[in-house]
């Protein structure tokens, strides 16, 4: 993935081609994205993220 970019700057197509990559990064989600509500493990790949309460 690249380095210097969030899940929220990422193209569709971008997604789609490295989603082998990206999918251990979100497959136990911590914070979602204000800004477009995508989710990931850790706070870095986001640019305005929330941590996710539990119930």
Same mark, same amino acid.
Do not use: G, Q, W
């Given at each position: 993935?690249?380095?210097?970019?969030?899940?929220?700057?990422?193209?569709?197509?971008?997604? &789609?081609?490295?989603?082998?990559?990206?999918?251990? !990064?979100?497959?136990?989600? %911590?914070?979602?994205? /204000?800004?477009? &509500?995508?989710?990931?493990?850790?706070?870095?790949? !986001?640019?305005?993220?929330? %941590?996710?309460?539990? /119930?």
């Amino acid at each position: 993935m690249k380095k210097d970019k969030t899940f929220c700057d990422l193209s569709k197509d971008y997604i &789609a081609k490295h989603l082998d990559e990206i999918i251990p !990064l979100i497959n136990n989600p %911590k914070f979602i994205c /204000k800004k477009c &509500a995508r989710a990931a493990n850790n706070e870095t790949h !986001l640019c305005k993220p929330v %941590k996710i309460k539990n /119930k």
